[in-house]
């Protein structure tokens, strides 16, 4: 699975990029991202989101998903993303951080 992120926005207008090959990643990070993708339910979630305000101050993510069956697309706020897709958000900012800061 491929995964494309991006979360901009914030107090410090961050603008974090990273690409995940999930192949790529050691064995327990990808178990760990792929329970966070379970749990988040992003089809689900996606639908459920119907909130629009928008924070100043906060992050607005992009994800768009690949595999050999489909590509996918996600888009979420600090506002509208629903309780259980903040941890997957949260992982896959830290792990933007990551791979930023080994740049």
């Known amino acids: 699975m491929h ?3 991006s979360c901009i926005g914030g107090f410090a207008n961050l603008d974090l990029n990273c ?3 999930t192949d790529e990643l050691p064995k327990e990070q990808n178990e760990e991202l792929q329970n966070l ?3 988040a339910d992003l089809p689900h979630a ?4 119907k909130v629009k ?5 906060s992050f607005s993510y ?3 998903i690949a595999d050999e069956k489909k590509k996918q697309s996600f888009s979420f706020t600090d506002i509208t993303a629903p309780e259980d897709v903040r941890p997957l958000l949260d992982y896959l900012r830290n792990l933007a951080i990551e791979k930023k800061m080994a740049e």
């Not at 996606?46 to 989101?49: G, Q």
Request: negative net charge; proline residues 0%; glycine residues 4%.
């Open 19 to 21: 690409q995940i090959d």
């Open 62 to 64: 992009q994800l768009d």
């Open 46 to 49: 996606a639908e459920c989101k």
């Open 37 to 39: 993708m379970k749990t």
């Open 53 to 57: 305000a928008q924070g100043f101050d």
């Open 3 to 5: 995964i494309k992120f």
